[in-house]
């Protein structure tokens, strides 16, 4: 192979920023200034030793923190510790949360989440206050129900009204305390939850236009007057008929709608009347026949959010699984994913492939499962989800794989049968197998330089062979990322990079 001297040392830096092996002691010089693009990768592209997490919660480099509060391979426990960061981007940071956002958001820590809701601003200038911090707290999902559930007796004000957001999980004395609390900050939450039951309330909230009307029409009590305004909408009426609140009478008249999807979601609601629930399941529309039949009655709301789920999923992959989930306020009874696990209906089947806390002997089932959205669900789901499962979900669906490389049930060897593969990235992925019979030779010249670089950083190659490849500017980042690489020889190249010791 030919070799170049003229290799650019920041193609080095890379390689070495994203060297799964590289010791503690040679990824702390790339904290470095002069490590340029390196930085970036190292702080917010992959898992770091303790020891460069710890020396980068104390960086004096602000935007080293932001990224490092944004790594999502980094703990929640890990990121949570600049939460008094003493500036504000960085506590933002640490509010929102993981970029990109997992499929699966962990949530904070709860001495973490307990100082960012009790946070106050100290009366300087700052790019971010306290209120916009909690906001980015707010859509980040990092603060679960069940921790403002635990929360409903704190002894702090602002922790205890974050129980108000489980509304429906409270009792009726949970909800009492609330709304008879001490301090008015806590009354203030409660008393709204109190007025979204309120038909009259509102009706007297209910604006125009915006969001928070559709948020009203699908979620809070209806007056007569705005189930009427509404019945004239389309768009309304779509809104109301998934409504918990909306009268008897409008479902029922709902439920013979002209638009198919009104009717759809009308089979969707837990609390149908039998004879009802009957004349959808022979509705003229297949879409609203299979809603209502999939679930006979009785039904919970959480057995229906769960279903809803996963046609939700299905409308908008286009062919890919999207897979996010997030923790609902109540789940389902775990012998209603059993019974699902061996429904005839693929909707259930899916949504118990979506239950991490399935039996092994179920896992085994849907992972034979004949239709293969089915086995690809339980590989993105599922902490026993067999190995070729999720093999076969990496390579059939692109839109997991971001999700799928993080996760250790991938394997990462044996796959010798995938170098020719069509797609680049199924390709990079058997190329960094170290297991393969021989390197990986002519998947250094790849047409893409995912492909490229992955094979270079396969740790079959060594000695004179990864210095050639270390060599050549098409392979010089990943044979710079090859585990194989001694400590020594990894300082050489931040050394000739100008990277100071």
Not at 447 to 452: H, Q
Not at 471 to 496: F, I, M, S, Y
Request: with cysteine; hydrophobic share 40%.
């Amino acid at each position: 192979m030919p070799i170049s001297s003229t290799v650019p040392t920041d193609l080095w830096l890379r390689g070495v920023a994203a060297n799964p092996g590289a010791p503690a002691d040679v990824l702390l010089r790339l904290l470095d200034p002069a490590a340029g693009e390196a930085r970036r990768i190292l702080c917010e592209e992959r898992c770091l030793p303790d020891e460069v997490v710890d020396a980068l919660v104390t960086h004096p480099e602000t935007k080293l923190r932001r990224s490092l509060a944004h790594n999502p391979h980094v703990s929640p426990a890990q990121r949570g510790r600049m939460v008094r960061d003493p500036h504000s981007l960085v506590r933002g940071a640490v509010a929102g949360g993981p970029r990109p956002r997992p499929r699966q958001v962990l949530p904070l820590p709860d001495d973490v989440l307990i100082t960012l809701l009790t946070a106050e601003d100290s009366g300087e200038r700052v790019l971010l206050r306290a209120g916009e911090i909690l906001q980015e707290l707010a859509f980040s999902h990092q603060m679960s129900p069940s921790f403002r559930y635990r929360m409903r007796g704190h002894e702090h004000p602002a922790v205890r009204a974050t129980a108000t957001g489980v509304w429906g999980r409270l009792t009726a004395e949970e909800r009492h305390a609330l709304v008879t609390d001490p301090h008015p900050d806590v009354r203030k939450a409660a008393e709204y939850r109190v007025r979204e039951a309120d038909p009259a309330a509102m009706e007297a909230e209910i604006p125009d236009r915006g969001h928070y009307r559709w948020l009203i029409l699908g979620s809070y009590a209806l007056s007569d007057a705005v189930v009427e305004e509404a019945m004239a909408d389309a768009e309304s009426r779509l809104s109301i008929a998934g409504n918990p609140y909306t009268p008897a009478g409008a479902v029922a008249r709902l439920a013979r709608d002209t638009d198919p999807g009104v009717r759809r979601r009308v089979a969707s609601r837990a609390d149908l009347d039998p004879a009802l629930w009957a004349e959808l399941a022979q509705d003229p529309d297949e879409s609203v026949r299979t809603r209502a039949r999939v679930q006979p009655l009785p039904r919970t709301t959480a057995e229906c959010s769960a279903v809803d789920h996963e046609l939700s999923e299905a409308a908008s992959r286009d062919g890919d699984c999207l897979c996010f989930v997030l923790e609902r306020h109540t789940e389902p009874d775990p012998v209603w994913y059993r019974a699902c696990a061996g429904s005839e209906d693929v909707l259930l089947r899916l949504a118990a492939a979506s239950c991490a806390t399935l039996p092994a002997d179920l896992v085994a089932r849907l992972a034979q499962d004949p239709h293969e959205e089915v086995r690809h669900r339980l590989a993105s789901w599922h902490p026993l989800a067999p190995a070729e499962t999720v093999l076969a979900a990496f390579v059939a669906r692109p839109l997991q794989r971001p999700h799928l490389l993080t996760q250790s049930r991938l394997p990462r060897t044996g796959l010798a049968h995938l170098l020719d593969h069509e797609d680049p990235e199924v390709r990079a992925l058997a190329a960094a197998d170290p297991t393969l019979g021989q390197p990986p030779v002519r998947l250094l010249t790849d047409p893409d330089e995912r492909v490229r670089r992955a094979a270079a950083g396969n740790p079959l190659f060594a000695g004179d062979a990864v210095e050639a490849l270390l060599h050549d500017p098409a392979t010089a980042e990943g044979a710079a990322a090859n585990p194989g690489l001694p400590a020594a020889r990894l300082h050489e190249l931040l050394d000739r990079a100008g990277v100071p010791r």
